[in-house]
DNA sequence: TGTTAATTGTTATAATATAACATTGTGTAA
DNA sequence: TTACACAATGTTATATTATAACAATTAACA
């Protein structure tokens, strides 16, 4: 089988939910919002953001666990990610900076672990918020 | 008030377990072995883990939703750190490279924010997986 | 000693996520 | 076209992770 060219019913519900709203979004409230279009329980919300993650068009931010479309026309393949957090408005931007990929890519722990995934989360304060 | 230098009951309880397991482990799961020390609720220790990550004492691994202990003596107060997580067995270590860490706490994004924390983890196959 | 903040204890509940199982749809190839 | 395999759906129930609210106690210190 052709890996899938087209979405789902529900992830494409799903899906043009969260670049709707465009910035990061809970899987609950997600739920609340497209019931409307009939999606009634939360395992069809969460099997629509598994494979949306697993194919890039969203992300996942760990640290809220929320969920983000992806700016970058796909990230390889969601494999590698990198966001910037606001602490006070919680305001998320996907950050893309060739050089900061191109290293974390080829970053080699002592241990000899091999790597093919990664997902970094910087926090601070947004330059609105840092001169309030 | 000066800064806490000693831990209180039900912190050093959890924290000593912690670094008794020395891998990461969830907080129900240090819950159900802490009672018979007398922790008998889910807020006791989720107490005490928010007072030992605001330390530094410990980590949460947010892909997991599991806290480890620190190994680096003490992360700058926790707002630096870096895993690395096996997708097979699930074993976490906590990576400290100086070349690493210089690297993020001086990065700088386009939109100007200042940083002052971050979290990365990189996933992959440790070395026994990988032979596998 | 009196005052303040930190910590504890306790019950209840909110928020996030998955198990299990039956059914339906879709792409592929004999 | 039919049969197969796999992807996706629908549904109910439940597991897991985390916080709200409030009262009581303990620790630090001026
Ligand atoms: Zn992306
Ligand atoms: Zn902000
Ligand atoms: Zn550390
Ligand atoms: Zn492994």
Same mark, same amino acid.
């Given at each position: 089988?052709?890996?899938?060219?087209?979405?789902?019913?529900?992830?494409?519900?799903?899906?043009?939910?969260i670049?709707? $709203?465009?910035?990061p979004i809970?899987a609950?409230? #997600?739920?609340?919002?497209?019931?409307?279009?009939?999606?009634?329980?939360?395992?069809? $919300?969460?099997?629509?953001l598994?494979?949306?993650?697993? #194919?890039?068009?969203i992300h996942k931010i760990?640290?809220?666990?929320a969920f983000v479309? *992806?700016?970058?026309?796909?990230?390889? #393949?969601?494999?590698?990610?990198?966001?910037?957090? *606001?602490?006070? *408005?919680?305001?998320?931007?996907?950050?893309?900076?060739?050089?900061?990929?191109?290293?974390?890519?080829?970053?080699?722990? /002592?241990?000899?672990?091999?790597?093919?995934?990664?997902?970094?989360?910087?926090?601070?304060? *947004?330059? /609105?918020?840092?001169?309030?």
């Open positions: 089988m052709l890996k899938q060219e087209t979405l789902s019913k529900n992830q494409q519900i799903v899906l043009d939910y670049e709707k $709203v465009n910035e809970k609950y409230s #997600i739920l609340h919002n497209v019931q409307k279009k009939g999606i009634k329980a939360p395992l069809q $919300v969460y099997r629509a598994d494979k949306l993650v697993e #194919i890039g068009k760990e640290s809220r666990n479309a *992806c700016k970058n026309s796909n990230c390889q #393949i969601s494999k590698a990610t990198a966001f910037s957090i *606001c602490e006070s *408005c919680e305001e998320v931007s996907e950050i893309s900076d060739s050089k900061l990929s191109k290293y974390l890519k080829n970053f080699q722990d /002592k241990a000899g672990m091999k790597f093919n995934k990664y997902n970094l989360e910087f926090f601070g304060l *947004c330059k /609105k918020c840092s001169i309030k």
